[in-house]
């Protein structure tokens, strides 16, 4: 049985505003999803490889703090 909160506020005709735009803007753009999906595929999904990852950090060398100045241990 539904709490006396859930049959008070229920509201099952009510769609808010940006519930209404989203489903303005599919019915008038009906290919918007493969549009999205498209884009996505350019950007996003990408096969990672793992491996050339690895190889780069392990290959990465520690920058200095400041790389213009000298530094201090190498003065004598």
Avoid at 2 to 24: C, G, K, L, M, N
Avoid at 46 to 55: N, Q, S, T, V
Wanted: proline letters at 7%; zero cysteines.
């Amino acid at each position: 049985m539904a709490s006396i909160f859930q049959r008070i506020f229920r509201r099952p005709d009510y769609q808010s505003d940006v519930t209404q735009f989203i489903e303005q803007l599919k019915a008038e753009k009906p290919d918007l999803e493969a549009q999205q999906r498209a884009g996505r595929a350019i950007w996003w999904d990408k096969h990672i490889d793992r491996e050339a990852i690895a190889e780069w950090k392990d290959a990465r060398v520690p920058q200095k703090p400041y790389v213009y100045g000298d530094d201090p241990r190498q003065r004598r």
